[in-house]
Nanobody, 118 residues
Framework: VQLQASGGGSVQPGGSLRLSCAAS????????MGWYRQAPGKQRELVAR???????NYADSVKGRFTISRDNAKNTVFLQMNSLKTEDTAVYYC?????????????WGQGTLVTVSS
């Protein structure tokens, strides 16, 4: 499976960015797709994920500011990030949890850097 992420970049505090991640390959089923992030010196953490059926989970730190959505037909997940803060600076990783070529597991994209700075 390939997870192609895009949309990262640099923005000032209060700004917005939209991340996209398109999954391709021999995907049999998807349980959930989402975004994790890792800031320098910190562990990777869940930002948001959307589960098959449409329910969503968000980290408390991004609730009300970030919105995750998904295009099921294109196996693509989006993360709309508004009111960005300096503490949102991190490498953002796309994640797919599902079955690919008969193997169930977590699959990761290459990461896209988001920098929030004045």
């Amino acid at each position: 499976v390939q997870l192609q992420a895009s949309g990262g970049g640099s923005v000032q505090p209060g700004g917005s960015l939209r991340l996209s991640c398109a999954a391709s390959g021999s995907i049999s089923s998807i349980n959930a797709m989402g975004w994790y992030r890792q800031a320098p010196g910190k562990q990777r953490e869940l930002v948001a994920r959307i589960i098959s059926g449409g329910s969503t989970n968000y980290a408390d730190s991004v609730k009300g500011r970030f919105t995750i959505s998904r295009d099921n037909a294109k196996n693509t997940v989006f993360l709309q990030m508004n009111s960005l803060k300096t503490e949102d600076t991190a490498v953002y990783y796309c994640n797919l949890n599902g079955v690919v070529t008969s193997y169930s597991g977590n699959y990761w994209g290459q990461g896209t850097l988001v920098t929030v700075s004045s």
